[in-house]
Nanobody
């Protein structure tokens, strides 16, 4: 099992940037593919992006391509989500998730471990 703790959320203005962090702990963290999901008010949780355990493969939802970047620092067991040019519709709780295997899948059910989420609120 992997424990995940997100941080970095907050209230920001549209157009600004934000970097979310997810610190992982537990067995074989380095061999887990990491993903970010988000849940906006009144909506279902949706896939944002994922990064394979070896850092080679990425997968981004169409809505965030070009503005979001996922990366990881294996020495710190930390995954980052850089969000640029924030939009009002990016307002959501952002969740970090982990799964065994190398496939940076966008399917939620494939992820076994989840963080508690961090709130991102974008104002105009």
């Amino acid at each position: 099992q992997v424990q995940l703790v997100e941080s970095g959320g907050g209230l920001v203005q549209a157009g600004e940037s934000l970097r979310l962090s997810c610190v992982a702990s537990g067995r074989a963290v380095s061999y887990h593919t990491m993903g970010w999901f988000r849940q906006a008010p009144g909506k279902e949780r949706e896939f944002v992006c994922a990064l394979s355990w070896n850092g080679i493969q990425t997968n981004y939802a169409d809505a965030v391509k070009g503005r979001f970047t996922i990366s990881r620092d294996t020495a710190k067991d930390t995954v980052y989500l850089q969000i640029n040019s924030l939009k009002l519709e990016d307002t959501a709780v952002y969740y970090c998730a982990a799964r065994k295997g190398s496939d940076p899948s966008g399917e939620e059910y494939k992820y076994n471990d989840w963080g508690q989420g961090t709130q991102v609120t974008v104002s105009s």
